[in-house]
């Protein structure tokens, strides 16, 4: 990118331009909207809270000296008489990125005002975003079915159970939450609050945009993001 | 390429009046670059609901925040009087029993750190005060604003129902350690703790939407020619501790859910095996120092939220009311920000004794004592601001001059708790509370009432009495040192903090007269502080109107288009900003202040400083 | 007229501004082909530090990947990447603290429930 200008004020690329726009007036993030920033900070406070939550699990599954279940065959499924470890797992991260990359498409065809691509894409997101909580329910009932409570289980440590249902039921609500406003914005989009300047919205005065949807995008990427962690960290360790 | 950046914005830029100054080939002075964004539409209330009630403008925002604030740390003073009637004078007060008396320092404990002081500085004072210091027209989205106050006050409300639950609220302590937080025999482990823990989370929830606003109001909608560099230092403290509050509150939500769930659905989170009357409990295997980690990872990031507000407020009430710049601002702001980075490293100095692991004591002792160092700066150059500045020794400067003898006491016995070795033997002591109550419990109140004395006529029109402000000030500021000055000596003597009475050890028998002596100078405190709320309500019926900018400030709240403000605080167009909110006292130009909107070339005769 | 011209030009730029498909469809591709490694990491069951090293430079890159290019981090500018990252730093210190700290409490609970810590 060459230097794009800002207003009369040069948008100097890397540190420099950190340095300029830090000392700049009126916005130190130039160019992003407020939703947009503020999207953002949220997430960096989110981060914070599911940081707590895996910082806990470690210091708890670290310290019992109980023997910890292991999870490739507690979560393992029964495939064609075979028992596949973590199958059902693996098939919820692909479900999750798939929705992750039609979201991402999203915003890039948002930005492109192509209204019909961008309201199928966001649709799409919702409906993966649904099959996720979907066998995540079929998860929960199936462990809950071999005897897995938040207080006991039948494999070890009563921690296990505990932590499980708390970090996949934290991250199974920000899911669902992100599944219905997926479902309103992709009503919104096909509705066209998005063309012609914008219909004002809920909660703000501002006029709607296709910005709207990068920031709906951001985070279902972040719900994305940490069900990577909760992979490497719940199923994987 | 610049369209990009308006298009993905959405935004488009209004470059109408602004671009005059920079047309010519030479370079005009007062140039300042034009706006980047348009202006922001605001929902203007018409009835008494939308007005007064769920009002959108941050300015009625603030004072709903700093009554409803105002008033849980009225209902902490009252429990304050109880403990001390118990304390000074066992078993007068037959109705005070041990569970009342720990119910009584826990709520106590909770309601001033959390919902007084938090959300004085920051849904106060940072809603009134930041749209109108960086020059905006009110918070970037008001209607999130509004919610943030109203779920701050149902957390208030459940707050206050867990006094009229069975059981009473939680005795705990305002820590909560577990396990006896939720174990039967704690007073108030029933009902009391969760609503405790219910009325976190929504504190938590409440302040996340109205942090979000502060944080971007600041970064994202200052006005014209508003550098941060530029900033008062009010805002950067508020603005410091927002972000502190958004990084550290996570902490306490989650240690709230998982206790929560300790609490009602009996996993073992933080419940050790427990053996009660001969019997196994169904908890076991969990780990109490977690939930003390995650505790102090919030816990003491919240004791920054408390005083860089306050650093930030005194430092611009000094300046103005010794007509002096302040000195080292760039090292002030570094010293803010370098306060809050550094205060999410230094959590477990709150637990030397908990039997966490001992190597974490030379690390946290460490990171202690280095925050001495931007700390003991920002002291030395409130000290040096007033050094041959034209004070004026008014009420504001009263308590400005208050808070750094209190803060410096108060920091200093900080420096002895920083040490594994000296806190060990005081830990749990008197001392420990002289301290704390010195650093952040006195001296931020000195903050406030000081800033309350200044931004009064500004809030409402009128001025304070003067008389009766220095009355407040000298009964309270004698009153305080009457109450913690002897603390620290019972500490000395090994007096046990939290304890419900002293019996008849005999090592305590030399505490027992100084005790008295401190009940009484409580509820003189305690008593002078109705001067203030007696004083408010006879300047508002009877005080005398104040004129427009009666302290001569520079900074941007006293130079808008009426006083009080009215919603969307400049009227017709925003501030242009030139320079920094300090230029008192310039030599050669006309008056002793210079505002900041003040155009460089109308003042280009006289010596002041580029900023 | 000159309205309209402006609007269509516009629409033009933001065309071109937004990044190529091809981008996003081989982040998504790297996406699953790393999900796959980590997932074969527990099929072939690799114990000790190579599961362990394994595990976070999948999760590592995975969530880089997610950041840097379907969330654009790496188009924004530094002012906002730098605000994000550098909290992170407080994380890191509470993880590694309590990676020692949870070492700490299994040792004292060992030596004192079953080794049997004496007085």
Request: aromatic residues 18%; glycine residues 10%; proline residues 5%.
């Amino acid at each position: 990118m060459s230097d794009p200008k800002i207003d009369g004020f040069e948008l100097k690329p890397g540190f420099r331009g950190m340095a300029s726009d830090t000392g700049s007036d009126q916005t130190m993030f130039k160019g992003v909207h407020w939703g947009k920033a503020m999207m953002w900070i949220f997430l960096l406070s989110d981060t914070f809270v599911f940081s707590c939550f895996l910082i806990a699990y470690m210091k708890g599954r670290g310290s019992t000296p109980v023997e910890w279940p292991n999870p490739s065959e507690v979560f393992a499924l029964e495939a064609f008489g075979v028992p596949v470890p973590l199958l059902l797992i693996a098939l919820m991260t692909f479900v999750l990125i798939t929705s992750s990359g039609t979201m991402a498409l999203a915003v890039k065809y948002g930005y492109e005002k192509n209204r019909k691509m961008c309201g199928w894409l966001v649709l799409a997101t919702a409906i993966g975003g649904l099959t996720f909580v979907g066998m995540q329910a079929y998860e929960w009932s199936k462990l809950i079915h071999e005897g897995v409570r938040p207080w006991e289980n039948p494999f070890g440590a009563a921690q296990f159970g505990s932590f499980f249902f708390m970090i996949t039921g934290f991250h199974g609500t920000h899911v669902s939450i992100g599944v219905i406003f997926l479902f309103i914005y992709a009503y919104k989009v096909f509705a066209g609050h998005y063309e012609n300047g914008g219909k004002r919205g809920w909660f703000t005065t501002m006029k709607g945009d296709y910005v709207e949807i990068e920031i709906l995008g951001l985070y279902w990427h972040f719900v994305d993001l940490v069900w990577v962690f909760i992979f490497a960290f719940f199923y994987l360790w | 390429m610049s369209d990009e950046y308006e298009n993905k914005s959405g935004y488009q830029a209004q470059s109408s009046e602004a671009l005059t100054g920079s047309a010519g080939s030479t370079p005009d002075m007062d140039y300042v670059r034009p706006a980047e964004l348009p202006e922001q539409d605001l929902y203007h209330g018409h009835t008494f609901l939308t007005k007064w009630v769920f009002c959108q403008d941050a300015k009625v925002i603030g004072v709903q925040y700093f009554l409803t604030a105002v008033f849980t740390g009225i209902v902490g003073l009252i429990l304050s009087w109880l403990m001390r009637l118990q304390l000074g004078f066992p078993g007068l007060a037959g109705f005070i029993t041990a569970e009342h008396y720990y119910q009584f320092v826990t709520m106590h404990g909770m309601i001033m750190v959390v919902y007084f002081l938090t959300a004085l500085f920051l849904g106060g004072f940072g809603n009134y005060l930041i749209p109108l210091m960086v020059g905006a027209r009110d918070m970037v989205f008001p209607y999130v604003n509004m919610l943030s106050f109203w779920m701050f006050f149902v957390a208030v409300a459940v707050l206050m129902a867990s006094f009229f639950v069975p059981g009473g609220p939680t005795g705990a302590g305002w820590t909560l350690y577990p396990p006896q937080t939720i174990l039967e025999g704690t007073p108030g482990s029933g009902m009391g703790i969760l609503l405790m823990l219910v009325s976190l989370a929504l504190f938590v929830i409440g302040f996340t939407m109205g942090g979000l606003n502060y944080m971007i109001t600041v970064l994202q909608a200052r006005t014209r020619g508003m550098t941060l560099m530029r900033m008062p230092l009010t805002v950067w403290g508020i603005f410091t501790a927002t972000v502190l509050a958004m990084l550290a509150f996570p902490a306490l939500l989650v240690s709230a859910i998982m206790m929560t769930l300790d609490k009602v659905i009996g996993t073992s989170f933080f419940m050790p095996t427990i053996l009660k009357a001969g019997e196994v409990l169904e908890y076991g295997g969990g780990s109490p120092i977690l939930f003390q980690h995650l505790f102090w990872f919030f816990g003491h990031p919240e004791v920054y939220i408390v005083a860089l507000p306050a650093f930030g407020i005194v430092s611009d009430l000094i300046s103005v009311h010794a007509r002096k710049n302040i000195f080292g601002y760039r090292m002030m702001v570094w010293a803010i920000v370098g306060i809050g980075a550094l205060s999410f490293f230094v959590w477990a100095h709150h637990m030397y004794v908990s039997g966490m692991n001992p190597w974490f004591g030379f690390f946290f002792a460490t990171t202690t004592l280095i925050i001495a160092v931007p700390t003991a700066m920002k002291v030395y150059n409130w000290i040096l601001t007033l050094w041959r500045g034209n004070i004026r020794i008014n009420t504001v400067m009263l308590w400005c001059l208050g808070f750094i003898v209190t803060f410096v006491n108060g920091g200093i016995t900080g420096i002895f708790l920083g040490n594994v070795s000296v806190d060990v033997p005081l830990s749990d002591t008197y001392f420990v509370v002289a301290h704390f109550h010195m650093v952040m419990g006195i001296a931020p109140v000195m903050v406030i009432m000081g800033a309350v004395y200044h931004w009064f006529p500004l809030i409402t029109g009128r001025l304070l009495n003067e008389t009766l402000g220095k009355w407040h000030f000298w009964a309270t500021f004698l009153g305080a040192y009457s109450i913690y000055f002897p603390m620290h000596y019972l500490g000395f003597i090994g007096v046990p903090r939290r304890y419900y009475e002293m019996y008849d050890s005999p090592y305590m028998t030399s505490a027992v007269g100084m005790n008295e002596f401190i009940s009484l100078a409580a509820f003189l405190v305690g008593a002078a502080q109705f001067i203030l709320i007696f004083n408010i309500i006879k300047t508002l019926k009877t005080g005398k109107p104040s004129p427009k900018n009666p302290w001569k400030a520079n900074s941007l709240e006293w130079h808008t288009s009426t006083q009080p403000p009215e919603h969307g605080n400049f009227g017709e167009r925003l501030p242009v900003v030139h320079r920094w909110p300090y230029d008192f006292s310039v030599p050669g130009a006309k008056d002793d202040f210079i505002p900041q909107t003040t155009p460089p070339s109308e003042v280009a005769h006289t010596k002041v400083e580029k900023t | 007229m000159d309205d309209t011209n402006q609007i269509n030009e516009k629409d033009k730029k933001s065309q071109e501004s937004t990044h190529k498909i091809g981008i996003y469809l081989w982040i998504w591709g790297l996406l699953f082909v790393l999900s796959f490694f980590s997932y074969m990491v527990d099929w072939y069951q690799f114990q000790g530090m190579l599961r362990w090293s394994l595990i976070l430079f999948f999760m590592f890159a995975k969530a880089g990947l997610i950041m840097a290019f379907f969330m654009h981090l790496f188009w924004e500018r530094y002012a906002l990447v730098n605000v994000l990252l550098w909290p992170m730093t407080a994380i890191a210190c509470f993880v590694f603290l309590m990676a020692a700290e949870f070492e700490y409490t299994l040792f004292s609970r060992m030596f004192y429930f079953f080794v049997g810590g004496g007085v």
